[in-house]
T-cell receptor
């Protein structure tokens, strides 16, 4: 069966460190993978999209990698700040070109 | 631009009652979506509308109906609410349904069915 797995346990890190979140998938062949941020009581907000032929994508302090052999994407936040505390969702397109979301990982950045 | 708006923000229903969740977008997007989000389950697609005049089932359509009223508005109806429909409901829109569609989400409706 198709699965998108993100660590359901919260990730706690110290301010200034790099946060790394993982998204693993099985039985998908996505052409694109996206990352969203969701704050409590709010809807998800798009952050980054990476294509299957791109190994890495950057936007300010954010970096995403996409390894189609390992079937994994890593999401990095460098120089993390308490304001980065949120739940981060990965999403990819399934065979029907519908976006399917992982369960998300909660990130807590402590001052 | 307001983006994607949803009403109501909160709703409590009794089992068997009906209600309609409203969604509107002002970004001139063609595609619109309804999701539900439950703890540990992530976002699951209920219905979507790839373009005005079309609607299709998603992963969990049972117990729901939708109407794409015009390009801006997409409503979700619960005909006979059940406790299993207690959830947070999100509406989203995108330029076009496709592999690279980036979705814009509304603030959500928290629904409790007693």
């Amino acid at each position: 069966s198709q699965k998108i797995e993100q660590n359901s346990e919260a990730l706690n890190i110290q301010e200034g460190k790099t946060a790394t979140l993982t998204c693993n998938y099985t039985n998908y062949s996505p052409a694109y993978l996206q990352w969203y941020r969701q704050d409590p009581g709010r809807g998800p907000v798009f952050l980054l999209l990476i294509r299957e032929n791109e190994k890495e994508k950057r936007k300010e302090r954010l970096k995403v990698t996409f390894d189609t052999t390992l079937k994994q994407s890593l999401f990095h936040i460098t120089a993390s700040q308490p304001a980065d505390s949120a739940t981060y969702l990965c999403a990819l397109n399934n065979a029907g070109n519908m976006l399917t979301f992982g369960g998300g990982t909660r990130l807590m950045v402590k001052p | 631009n307001a983006g994607v708006t949803q009403t109501p923000k909160f709703q409590v229903l009794k089992t068997g009652q009906s209600m309609t969740l409203q969604c509107a977008q002002d970004m001139n997007h063609n595609s619109m979506y309804w999701y539900r989000q439950d703890p540990g389950m992530g976002l699951r697609l209920i219905y979507y509308s790839a373009s005005e005049g079309t609607t299709d089932k998603g992963e969990v359509p049972n117990g729901y109906n939708v109407s794409r009223l015009n390009k801006r508005e997409f409503s979700l109806r619960l005909e006979s609410a059940a406790p299993s429909q207690t959830s947070v409901y999100f509406c989203a829109s995108s330029v076009n349904r496709g592999r690279a569609d980036t979705q814009y989400f509304g603030p959500g409706t928290r629904l409790t069915v007693l």
